[in-house]
């Protein structure tokens, strides 16, 4: 890419299989994401693959695609790859396809592809094979991406394996992504520094893996957020979930935009947060081990055989309410 191309826009032709689609590929996919799989440049990546796996894919669509603390570029890598962190696996191979918007320009694709490869760094996942559409302009807003992503599996948490007398804690404060978009999208300037917290997570779970945490399930808090998360499992497994209302951290930011708009924090997405339940008499090591990446980081609760399928909410002056499913979509397109 060269400075022109702050005035060069994709076209039609980008994705027509010629000589236009081949300089993007070459001059711009292959210098960010260059590794001895994605340069033999095969209609399939071969990969060398032993053991349990897990797979998942995902596609990301998120408005405004530049936000405080990240982009869609950050947010397509980092999102499936903490989805093969919170099964146990350790981030591999992605795949990545993109649905360009004619007339989009070669310097926001560049940029996009650029937070794309320093993501994958932090993780050491690489790209290896992709597709490319361009659809005409009206067809899409802007830029959509796809990732999917294996990984080797070296732990297995489920909410199956939850008992009671687990501890429930959160890897950092709550709410940050959800609260982020809606502050951009409203066009607030806030006192603080309320950014997203968009980030690969693969470092964090390493770490309690590491250490011979038994993590027993394990969820990165996306949509839907906190309170997705815990009655998700409280409901699978059949048993309660008892949260302490005040040990729940939340950023002062996000609570006045939460009181601002009417929103329970709890509920609002994030980007770089997991929840997690581990046996008792490990929840202070855990934390710990949390606290080395995000000081934030909590144990909030305990599961148990009251309310079964249910998630109590426990006040500090002895109130106790139910912490419900979230309905409806709060904030579309936040990832």
């Known amino acids: 890419m060269t400075a022109t191309d702050n005035k060069r826009r994709i076209q039609l ?13 070459r001059k711009l996919f292959f210098k960010y994401f260059s590794n001895e799989i994605l340069i033999r440049d095969e209609d399939a990546a071969r990969l060398d693959l032993q053991g349990p ?6 596609s990301f669509t998120v408005s405004p695609r530049q936000f405080k603390g990240g982009d869609l570029g950050k947010i397509a890598v980092a999102g499936t790859v903490n989805d093969l962190a919170m099964a146990g696996a350790i981030p591999q191979y992605l795949s990545c396809g993109f649905i360009i918007e004619e007339g989009l320009t070669f310097a926001e694709l560049e940029s996009l592809v650029k937070s794309m490869a320093e993501e994958l760094e932090k993780s050491g996942a690489r790209i290896v094979c992709g597709d490319t559409k361009v659809v005409p302009k009206g067809a899409a807003d802007g830029i959509f991406i796809n990732t999917s992503g ?3 599996c070296i732990a297995s948490p489920s909410w199956k394996q939850l008992e009671v007398g687990d501890r429930i804690l959160v890897s950092r404060d709550v709410g940050r992504h959800g609260a982020c978009i809606l502050a951009s999208r409203e066009g607030m300037v806030l006192e603080g520094d309320l950014a997203s917290d968009c980030a690969t997570l693969w470092d964090d779970v390493k770490r309690l893996l590491d250490a011979g945490i038994e993590v027993r399930a394990m969820r990165d808090a996306t949509r839907g957020g906190l309170a997705a998360v815990l009655n998700e499992w409280a409901a699978s497994r059949e048993l309660g979930i008892q949260v302490q209302q005040d040990q729940v951290p939340i950023a002062d930011e996000v609570q006045g935009l939460c009181e601002l708009f009417g929103f329970e924090p709890m509920e ?7 929840v997690l339940g581990v046996p008792a008499d490990q929840a202070d090591q855990a934390l710990a081990l949390l606290r080395q990446g995000q000081q934030s980081a909590a144990i909030i609760g305990t599961v148990v055989e009251q309310h079964l399928g249910k998630v109590v909410l426990s006040s500090p002056w ?3 309410r139910y912490l419900e499913l979230p309905k409806g979509e709060l904030l579309p397109r936040i990832c």
Request: aromatic share 6%; proline share 0%; net charge negative.
């Open 318 to 320: 002895g109130s106790q």
């Open 53 to 58: 796996l897990a797979f998942t894919t995902d």
């Open 150 to 152: 294996v990984g080797q």
């Open 268 to 274: 609002l997405a994030n980007e770089g947060t997991f």
């Open 13 to 25: 032709s980008h994705g027509g299989g010629g000589v236009e689609m081949n300089e993007l590929i």
